[in-house]
């Protein structure tokens, strides 16, 4: 059994920013793939930005040039950090996770609210 727990969400002004982790836990072999995905209100869950476990990146084109991932993988962490923020980025994050041998999981969300 594994688990993802998400945390750094919470209020911030336009322009602000705010750095999200994904923890790991449980009986882990190893971690590949790992994203972060975002759900505003009365629309679909979406792909924020992903990174393989050799650290390649990739990114939503609306999130390029301020959103930057990463991971730890020694520390089974992921990060999101997250710079000029607008209100349009007011969503519930969710970390992605797929472990070798297990599939992939998800984390129960945590809430970035962008406004002044």
């Known amino acids: 059994q594994v688990q993802l727990v998400e945390s750094g969400g919470g209020l911030v002004q336009p322009g602000g920013s705010l750095r999200l982790s994904c923890s790991a836990s449980?009986?882990?072999?190893?971690?590949?793939?790992m994203a972060w995905y975002r759900q505003a209100p009365g629309k679909q869950r979406e792909l924020v930005a992903s990174i393989t476990s050799d650290g390649s990146t990739s990114y939503a084109d609306s999130m390029k040039g301020r959103f930057t991932i990463s991971r730890d993988n020694a520390k089974n962490t992921m990060y999101l950090q997250m710079n000029s923020l607008k209100p349009e980025d007011t969503a519930v994050y969710y970390c992605?996770?797929?472990?070798?041998?297990?599939?992939?999981?998800w984390g129960q969300g945590t809430q970035v609210t962008v406004s002044s």
């Open positions: 449980g009986s882990i072999f190893s971690i590949n793939a």
């Open positions: 992605n996770a797929h472990f070798k041998f297990v599939g992939a999981y």
